[in-house]
């Protein structure tokens, strides 16, 4: 397996500091005391494609369950792992990739996904001009922006061009040296590069300004992965399966909501967690991941799933050992969510 600083140091401070839950305070509710625990969720980036996330936030539905959430932004799965095992987060939002890595690495308290929220990638194919009968083999012998190495929205895209018969390292070049988020900015200031690969809300504006046009979906290219998922470090998991079982049921209270509603009504929920973002786009963004099936139905992480990411995890060269679907996946607490309905 090859080398991954960011695991390692993740690895070398799992025994550093243990996130224990913190009660805030008692509210009266019917007469009663109802205790409010605190809880910390670090997110791997803020994006609309997390929509049932916002929906749960703005709804209440964590309130509901006696959590007071505290939404942390880490830019990237290594950050949001390195705060998860440090115990800066009790919970991690990320693609489930990084646990897998984790575990490989030796973590002696490896995170375990207990729900996932997405069921396709969320990025966009985006290139300089239109290009309505465009073909993926269109991208032979350009110059391509992409993502980090190991990361899920590169993998993704190196797994749809294997698929579509093209060579990530001989037919196109790919840049994998510009930070996540700040892809779009170097599309525009640098015209070396054909296409970018953006997640929202970086594809629409591209568009809005006139910058690029979206060609391809990368999620509906993909076909059903599973993109990202909660987890936490198992020694949370054992000392706290309530906390845990609350959180899942105030997410499928999200998901139930997006399945139910237009993307217009999803749009106005979540507008306040993207307030530099206008209504339009919001909900022209919306409407692209709800018309593409990006959410899951329920938050269960099935083994099917999990083997197909290791799948996309072993074709591009970044698992050495496969790990134990059992070992790093528990669908209890999202199978309970579902019942509770």
């Known amino acids: 397996m ?9 690895a070398a401070v799992v025994l550093a500091v243990t996130a224990l839950p ?21 997110e791997v980036a803020h994006s609309i494609f997390y929509a049932p996330q916002y ?15 505290t939404l942390v932004t880490g830019f990237g799965a290594d950050k949001v792992l390195t705060a998860l095992i440090s115990g800066e987060a009790d919970i991690g939002f990320m693609g489930a990739e990084a646990s897998i890595y984790a575990c490989q690495e030796g973590a002696t308290d490896p995170a375990v996904n207990f729900a996932q929220l997405t069921q396709r990638a969320g990025n966009f194919l985006v290139a300089r001009e239109e290009m309505p009968d465009f073909k993926w083999e269109d991208l032979k012998g350009k110059k391509v922006l992409g993502g980090r190495k190991g990361g899920m929205p590169e993998m993704v895209f190196e797994y749809i061009l294997k698929k579509n018969g093209i060579d990530p390292q001989k037919d196109l070049t790919i840049d994998q040296s510009i930070d996540f988020g700040s892809t779009a900015a170097a599309f525009t200031g640098d015209d070396s590069a054909a296409y970018t690969v953006e997640f929202e809300p970086s594809a629409t504006i591209l568009e809005k300004e006139g910058a690029g ?33 609350k959180f899942t049921n ?30 339009d786009t919001i909900t022209t963004i919306v409407k692209r991941y709800y018309d593409q099936d990006t959410w899951k139905e329920n938050l269960i ?23 134990e679907y059992e070992e790093l996946v528990q669908t209890e607490y999202a199978k309970n969510a579902v019942k509770e309905k």
Not at 231 to 245: A, D, F, L, R
């Open 213 to 245: 046009h979206v060609v391809a979906s990368l999620g509906e290219a993909s076909g059903y992965v599973p993109y990202t998922s909660y987890s936490v470090k198992t020694s949370y998991m054992k000392e706290n399966p309530e906390i845990i079982q």
């Open 55 to 69: 929906v749960a936030i703005e709804e209440g539905y964590f309130e509901e369950e006696g959590l007071d959430l």
């Open 301 to 323: 992480f099935k083994k099917d799933s999990f083997e197909l990411l290791q799948d996309i995890l072993e074709d591009a060269g970044e698992l050495g050992e496969r790990a």
């Open 2 to 10: 090859k080398n991954k600083k960011w695991i390692s140091l993740t």
């Open 250 to 279: 105030a997410l499928q209270k999200g998901m139930d909501y997006v399945q139910s509603h237009t993307p217009e009504e999803i749009a106005e929920v979540i507008a306040p967690q993207f307030k530099e973002t206008d209504i």
């Open 22 to 42: 913190m009660t805030a305070f008692a509210a009266k509710k019917d007469g009663a005391e109802e205790k409010i625990t605190k809880v910390t969720l670090n």
